[in-house]
């Protein structure tokens, strides 16, 4: 008798401590939910002398490559190579920046119909980037260690 009650209460346990071991992180292994990204897209808010735009492009149902480029006048000032792409199951952002000696993998912890937030607490800054699309235009935000950036975009022409 004792083990048919103790049946139930084992089960229990198992499912609370593979659910602990897991966490509630969710896996994204397609970036068909980020097809909204596609495209150009010029940036509203540069500083004066400055723009700037980031382009999008879906090579496959596994990466999104995508580039970000600022302008001083004509001259093109700093340029960051990007790609969200499936690695191991999950989707990662990929940023490859002049100041790093390797890529930086930021890893996408939500996505929602029209935004995407991605993590690499370990990385000095930024620690988080967060897109969301509303109408036209793209809002991207970098944080990390009490700073923030915000960058504005809207679409140029069609995706």
């Not at 990204?37 to 090579?59: D, I």
């Not at 191991?88 to 002049?98: I, T």
């Amino acid at each position: 008798m004792i083990k048919y009650v103790l049946l139930p209460v084992l089960f229990d346990l198992i499912f609370i401590e593979v659910k602990s071991q897991t966490g509630n992180q969710t896996t994204y292994s397609t970036v068909e939910q980020l097809k909204w990204l596609e495209g150009t897209w010029t940036r509203t808010n540069s500083k004066v002398g400055q723009s700037g735009f980031e382009m999008w492009k879906r090579m496959s149902s596994t990466e999104l490559s995508g580039r970000g480029v600022t302008m001083h006048g004509s001259d093109t000032a700093f340029v960051e190579k990007l790609r969200i792409i499936v690695r191991d199951g999950n989707l990662f952002y990929v940023a490859d920046v002049p100041e790093n000696q390797e890529p930086v993998f930021f890893r996408l912890t939500e996505i929602k119909q029209n935004s995407f937030t991605c993590e690499n607490p370990n990385h000095d800054f930024p620690k988080k980037i967060a897109y969301s699309l509303q109408g036209n235009k793209l809002h991207a935000t970098v944080s990390g260690n009490g700073k923030s950036m915000e960058f504005s975009f809207e679409r140029s022409g069609k995706k």
